[in-house]
């Protein structure tokens, strides 16, 4: 994770990504593929799958060494993460993203409105995660999400 940390710093820093505490990385190892380098190991890409719902997940934290990108290795990386949805039997998957270039490509599309029913959402309203809550477009967490688009594709 330490590897994962320094990687996802520099996304921060440029505002690209939100921070996340440490300790909410290691509680969501589970969720992560990473991608190493076949010579000597070093991680250079990253992505996670958080499931919301029975039908719904959202990728998050993906991200490639600046030093490679352009490489391939953020396709790959979310490949193996809509593999692992279907693998799960998740239908939709959901991102946050200022990249819609690079997640159309996957088919995702731009939504607007949260896609859930009424009674899902309020479910989803009862989540601690703050990931949860920007999917939910919560008034609280707006500062979060500027100029972030909503994308959904449908698996």
Known sequence: MPSVRRLLDGYVREGILLDKATVTLYEDIQEFWIAER????????CGALHVMWEDLAE?????????????GVGHQVLDKLLQTARWLGVRRVFCLTFEVDFFAKHGFVEIGETPVDGDVYSELLRSYDEGVAEFLGLERVKPNTLGNSRMLLHL
């Open 38 to 45: 076949d010579e000597d190991a070093r991680v250079i890409g």
């Open 59 to 71: 990728v998050r934290t993906l991200a490639v060494d600046h030093g490679i990108r352009g490489a």
